[in-house]
Every structure is written in C-alpha cells, then in structure tokens.
C-alpha cells in the first residue's frame, strides 16, 4: 500500500510536470510575440531615453528627462491630460454607473437600449468623426441649431469648449463599455441581501450605500482602471477632429508625442513615452494593491 501511495504521488508529479510544459508550449507563440513586438522595443525606447542622439550617441543618464520636465510644451499637454482624465473618468463612471442601475430594472427596451450604448464600440473612428465634424463645425448642426434659436455661434474647436467637446466624445465611446461591467457586477449581488435590509427597515439609499456600492467595489475598480486607460486612447478622435496642432486646452501627451516623432526627435519621445508608461503602470499597481487590501477587509 505504501509504494502504491509513492508511485501515485509521483504519476501526479510527472503529470503537473508535462502540463507545465504543454502549457509553456501553448503560451510560446503569444509570449515571444509580446517579447519581440512589446518588451524589445520598449527597452530600445529606454536606452533612447538615456542618450544624446539614436546614431552613435553618449549616454547622458537622466538629462533627457531633465530637459523634458522644463519644456513648458511638454508641461501643458502632461496637465492637460491630467486635467482630461480627472475630469472624465469619474463623469463615464458615475453616469456609467447610473444606467446601469436603470437598465438593470424592467424599463420598455431594455435589449435595444444596451445594444445602443454598445453602438459606439464597433462603429469605426473615421466615420464617428465625420459625424463630430458636422455637429462641431463653425457652420456644423449645433451652431445652426444657436442660430435658429437666436443665440450667437460658437467657435467649438478653436475655443475653451473644445475640451468638453472631447469629454463628451469620451464619454460617448466609452459609456456603454463600463455600463455592461456595472451591469454584471449588479446582476450578480444576491436579491435576498435587499430583502432582509428592506425587513430591517433600511431605505433605497440605505441600502445602494451599504449594499450595492460595497459590492460593486471589485468591479468599479476594474472599471477605474479601464477608464484611466482609455482615457488615454481619445488622442485618435482628438487628432482626426482638430489636428496635430489642436487648440491649447486639448494639446495632450500623445499629441507631443506625435509631433516629436514627426521631428524625429526620438530623445524626447522615448523619454516622454517611458515617463508616462511609468506613471500609468504605477497608478494601475497602487489601485490593485488598494483593490486587495479591500478586498480582503470585506472578506
């Protein structure tokens, strides 16, 4: 019975040893994939970022990121997109959240009202910035509508205003996304926790504060995340609707990034790039770390 416990111990050895390599063998392809077209050209980036010149350059340690630190063009887009992510994220989110909420009820079409705020993630960029473009235009719908209705035109892009016109084409793209996140969290908290706080005598707003919002805590930090990152990912409509040049208040990193490319002044891009991948990577860990630790305190 013993060397029957030994020689099952180690057929299971030999069999987590062979779907580690079946594994490994699997996930080859995808991780040398992400090797040569990912991780290679991210370190060349860095060991860009720490020369004087891509040909035959001297290493320079952190003087490129000195120099793009005092660049006051290089500042105004880093603020800009600070200032754009502070304000859409935590907009897609509450009003992500809100229908969420609304849809999870028994409202008249709910099917085709999630199918709607979907919409946005298949339609192609070109033809949602035409659509932009003729909203937005000097001689666009809305400033046709301000005529009609006797107020004066607005200058949409070339003002103040082009910036919330970016917010609301973030949050047109990406409202629906996180609405289908909130709406699974929602679907998934049991009935019969309201129930029994409904018993005790606990309100709606009593019970969205301490049940529904404590339980969506997994998924609105998810949903967080996925925010900040595509906060981030505005710069192609942003460029498509105003240009390489666009109005100051919409000037982001990626559109400094793009024209230092289009310079070839790879110094400042590499150094600009790996600046705000560190930044993004630092914030995404600090959340996930918060995430658990929450985690487990309501465990």
Known sequence: MHRMKISWKRLQQRLRFSDGWTASLFLAPSLAGFAVFFLLPF???????????????KFVGLDNYAE????????????????????????GMGLSLLLAMLLNRSVYGRVWL???????????????????QSLFDMNGSING????????PQDWMESGMAFWVVVVVYLWKNVGY??????????????????????DGAGKFRQWRTITLVYLTPTSFFVFIMSIINSFKVF????????????????MLQHYMNNMFKSLDYQKLTSAAFLMAVV???????????ERRMAKTLG
């Open 236 to 251: 192609r409509e942003t460029y498509m609707i105003a240009g390489e040049y666009p109005q100051e208040r919409i000037y």
């Open 43 to 57: 370190g060349v980036g860095f060991y860009y970022s720490l020369i004087d010149t891509p040909i035959g350059g």
């Open 114 to 132: 999630r199918i709607g705020f979907l919409a946005p993630l298949v339609i192609p960029v070109a033809s949602v910035v035409l659509v932009w």
């Open 145 to 152: 509508l301000l005529l009609s209705w006797g107020l004066k």
């Open 280 to 290: 993004i990577v630092s914030l995404v860990l600090l959340l996930f770390a918060i």
């Open 68 to 91: 793009l630190i005092g660049n006051p063009v290089f500042r105004r887009a880093a603020s800009n997109t600070l200032r754009f992510t502070l304000i859409s994220v935590p907009l």
């Open 178 to 199: 996180n609405m289908v996140l909130f709406l699974a969290g929602l679907q998934n908290i049991p009935a019969d926790y309201y129930e029994a706080a409904s018993i």
